[in-house]
């Protein structure tokens, strides 16, 4: 068991809990040998997991000294027993964190995050948060990698499908939902949530995973910094390095964002773990010639934790003992580390109460959330004329494609303990719905990736006895996820055959796209008569569609990415800044507008916008100022809107983006009714922006209110 210690008493006042924090942390490091320092910073993993993109799976360490593993494990009686024998074998019985990826749900798994942030309902994340964190914990899981808030710009990559979408102020709103949702119940229902991957990781060249990136301090401080000092605002408690190299200096050795940043500017005390073999990749990257010197150069840099390798339990005690690492930087991970462990109940609490599957996964309350935040996630982008919600008239209805029956891709990637047999399809929950008079004619129409002749010829025959298709195509879950790159984001040859084939049939077509990113639909698009993006969903897959297909619900999803015509507009994205020749630089083969853009997004209902009530048009920096508006529902149903406020600083010493985010809100108005839509605007806080050391800076001029197409100038003194 190495270690030295072992005949030392153990002065156990660090057990008890009425300790201030600080001090039962400095007695346990105290007595802590160097080996179990390093042990402490160490992560191994045990289990096995599905994910086929990211597939983690290990044996149980025997060193009880181990900090943390991975936990692919679903049983929490396994998980309490070897609990137990790190508690009961170790000298200093220093419980195990067991984190795993529950990205979004663990059993019942909602959708994924990018459908999440189109809801643009922060408070239904943070419930499914809380959700996810019951489930994991009564599982055994202590803290989970997530949520993932890396700014998603570039569909290729297919990671955007994790976070919240391309906007920064935006993720940084969901970040700290998602926060609360984790951390914000009382033990034994916390789990410590983890920012990640900080930071830049979605910039990647390319959109090729694990690439290099190039960021400056000022698209740092203004694009990719804010949603983690969100996440840490909103009191994360860890954070994930990333695995790319910005600028030169891999995430995770990188002292400017790890210490100066995260630790100096933002006050952060909680720990950072790697990410998978990040610290070994340092050597890959060019960065660190040996194990020693990729020890050395994370650690230095403020890297706490190392996922997997076992690098840092190696190398750490002889680099302390030939005095080339000094101990303090060791000595400061530890603490870290215990903090969290402190703070999250591990001492007093080691073991997870052990309750049947059936009374703590899969509730029926779960559910129904899950149900709720499908509806709210999916994202009407056209419905010509009134096509949807489909007429209770209609007597034949084909229900054709090969995502319409396939549960293993309609939970999405990244589905925790999430299993394809508890998911309700969308031929089942549209069955469940549909009243006996309508005839649902089923057929598949082609694999997402291969197709026969006979399966297309099942799927013409189908629409053929039909009034209307619906169609329902997209990725599947490996299509995207982490190691998940495309250089096209269109739909694979097989889907395009069959959409060919049925659109000769001259029918109206419902687009159904069950997707984890942005789709090219610019030759689809003039071919269908509506388009609801379903995202991958969850669980409750086909109770959602059946839902707001029938009418049930009302779609009030709007777009939290942009959609491109192609990858050749790659990036685009609503904040961009303007041109220098905004009436020239266009595409000469297509047009410069993307498909759809950030906020696209229509309902059942229409809304009318009145003009923007304003409390001021000269301010001061210390004058708040109130926008108000006021929002008709001019439709025949109720719904819901969401009201997007963005600014435009329209001169500045630091150009900036034609339009930005600042605010949103979501209403709910019956049919007829109208409400007032009331945005303080703080001029620090909103009308300020990051220069490229981070400071806010607040210049006088001119300054833009925009909420949908109304416009209003401002004068800051
Ligand atoms: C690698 C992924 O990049 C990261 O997001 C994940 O949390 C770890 N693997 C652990 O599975």
Redesign the pocket.
Known sequence: MGGGAQETPVADDYKNPALPLEERVESLLSQMTLEEKALQLSQGVLGQDYNVN?L?GGKAQDDPRIGSM?CALEDPEKRNAYQKFIVEKSRLGIPMIFGY?VIHGYKTIFPVPLAQACSWNPELVRESCVVAAKESKASGIDWT?SP?IDIGRDPRWGRVVEGYGEDPYATGVFAAAAVKGYQGETIPYRIAACL??FVGYGVSEGGRDYSYTDISRQALWETYLPPYEAGVQAGARTL?GA?NDICGVPASANPYTLKEVLRNKWGFTGFVVS??SSVRQLMNQGYAANADDCVKKALEAGLDME?VDGFYRRSIPSLVKSGDLDPKFVDDAVRNVLRVKFELGLFEHPYVEVKPAAERLLLPGYKALARQMAVESMVLLKNKDNLLPLSPDLKNIALVGPLAKDKDSLIGSWRGRGEARNVTDIEEGLRKVLPSSVNLHYAKGCGVNEGSDEELQEAVQAAEQSEVILLCLGETSTMNG?NASRSTISLTSPQQKLFARLVELKKPIVLLLATGRPISLHTIEPRVSSILVTWHPGTEAGPAVADLLTGRENPSGRLAITFPRTEGQIPVYYNMRNRARPYQGKYQDISTEPMYWFGDGISYTTFEYGPLGLSARELTSSTPLTVNIDIKNTGSRAGKETVFLYIHDKVASVSQPMKRLIAFQKVELQAGESKTVSFTVDPARDLSFANSDGRRVLEPGEFEIIVKDKKETINLK
Do not use: A, G, Q, T
């Open positions: 990211n983690v991975i990826d990698f993932m990640k991957h994930m695995f990410d998978w996922m982490e």
